[in-house]
């Protein structure tokens, strides 16, 4: 196993994860606010699940986001 090699992948799933979850999230609040559902102080309950089938990992993390 090349230690490297696999830190970087990891990395760069993590940042794909980041990047398309926020962007998401964003696209997301941004239509609800357009389409008068949200006022813009509220606060979402949010989770993501982590899953990787071969090594038996389900890892949860849940949160909150606060739009103010």
Known sequence: MNDDTFNMDIR?????????SQREIELAV??????????????????????VPALNIRHVIDDEIALE
């Open 12 to 20: 760069k799933f993590l940042k794909k994860v980041g990047v398309t």
């Open 30 to 51: 941004h239509d609800a606010l357009q389409a008068g559902k949200l006022i813009g102080n509220e606060k979402f309950a949010v989770k993501m699940t982590l899953e």
